[in-house]
């Protein structure tokens, strides 16, 4: 059992913590109070909120980082953008959807005990704290964790407020543990991550880019069965390494990983820091640069280049992806962590 005591820093965080089950209860349209309105959670420092859904409108208010918004409901505007139209009605006007991700509120029954070395979960909550732990400074806060980032659970500790706690390991770093509220996270079923269509021969299998229309199509064979929009690398002078502009090729999947820790591992927040600790379902196909399909909680901007270089994707697409594609992950051992697998895998065709 932990008993050393919170510095006051961190003992100020978890109070807020512990105040999460009020501020991210489910909301309620005014105009049907039967029907739960959708939660947003905004991702970059602030958003304008409009007079009407239209940039060019009256800046009637503003929201800021990781604050959750009642949304009441969605429009597609009539002016756009056209690559996303997206907009949400809110208190006192309406935001864009760019930088809202959509967040639910759902707690789970601790488990007290692993039946393997590690099993992955998934943040249930909009947003939870992550503490480190040492004996000589006891509690500190170390990552904000978002709603379904992955992440493996490597134990099951008493927290810092008494109740179960998952210990989480990063895969970037094998000794860096860190802790958060067991109810804040959901186990993952090997279930959810079987691999889809595994009749079907890797070499009928191919992933196409295409960065003008921000377009990502899935085919087996000649038939389609995924098309999705996506966010490329941000225009620059030079593709990766040197530059951000996602690199035009013919590649092949050639690693694959549930859980993904990029960026730095002591910078916190993101976009701007870039430290994006549990990025989920990422496949990698130019490893050697860290280019990879995978999903994305720090924007809702699909259809627009955002990223460094990879190729953003909602989460279910990512997943999608990650279960669909070659090689073929497993599942959870347990015996040993898979952090990832490789392999030459399905055909990437960016264009």
């Not at 909301?27 to 739960?36: N, V, W």
């Not at 990063?170 to 959901?186: G, I, N, Q, T």
């Not at 090729?249 to 859980?259: D, L, Y």
Request: contains cysteine; neutral net charge.
């Amino acid at each position: 059992m932990r008993t050393s005591p919170l510095s006051r820093r961190a003992f100020l965080r978890l109070g807020l913590l512990s105040l999460s089950g009020l501020a991210f209860r489910p909301g309620f349209s005014r105009e049907d109070p039967r029907q739960p309105s959708l939660m947003g959670r905004v991702t970059i420092d602030s958003i304008d909120v409009r007079a009407l859904p239209d940039s060019e409108s009256e800046i009637v208010g503003q929201r800021f980082r990781d604050q959750i918004i009642t949304l009441y409901s969605r429009l597609e505007a009539e002016k756009g953008p056209a690559y996303n139209p997206t907009w949400y009605r809110i208190w006192g006007g309406y935001v864009h959807s760019a930088y809202i991700q959509l967040v639910k509120f759902s707690t789970n029954p601790p488990v007290n005990q692993l039946d393997h070395i590690a099993h992955l979960g998934e943040i249930s909550v909009p947003m939870t704290e992550a503490f480190t732990y040492s004996r000589f400074a006891g509690w500190e806060p170390v990552y904000t964790l978002y709603y379904e980032t992955t992440h493996w659970i490597t134990g099951v500790e008493e927290g810092p407020d008494g109740s179960a706690w998952y210990k989480m390991t990063s895969e970037l770093d094998k000794y860096l543990h860190y802790f958060v509220p067991a109810v804040h996270v959901r186990w993952i079923t090997n279930e959810e991550i079987s691999p889809l269509s595994p009749q079907i021969p890797s070499n009928e299998k191919r992933i196409e880019v295409d960065i003008q229309n921000q377009t990502l199509t899935a085919y087996e064979r000649d038939t389609q069965v995924l098309q999705t929009k996506v966010s490329t690398g941000l225009p620059s002078n030079q593709p990766i390494p040197e530059g951000t502009r996602t690199t035009r090729g013919r590649f092949n999947i050639g690693s694959k990983s549930p859980s993904k820790h990029m960026g730095s591992l002591l910078t916190s927040g993101a976009p701007g820091s870039y430290t994006l600790p549990g990025v989920p379902w990422t496949s990698f196909f130019i490893p050697e640069y860290g280019v990879a399909f995978h999903g994305t909680y720090w924007h809702n901007n699909f259809g627009l280049p955002m990223s460094h270089g990879c190729v953003n994707m909602r989460n279910a697409d990512a997943r999608w992806l990650f279960r669909w594609s070659t090689p073929v992950y497993e599942g959870q051992a347990t015996e040993e962590i898979e952090w990832d697998v490789r392999g030459f895998g399905t055909q990437v065709h960016v264009f």
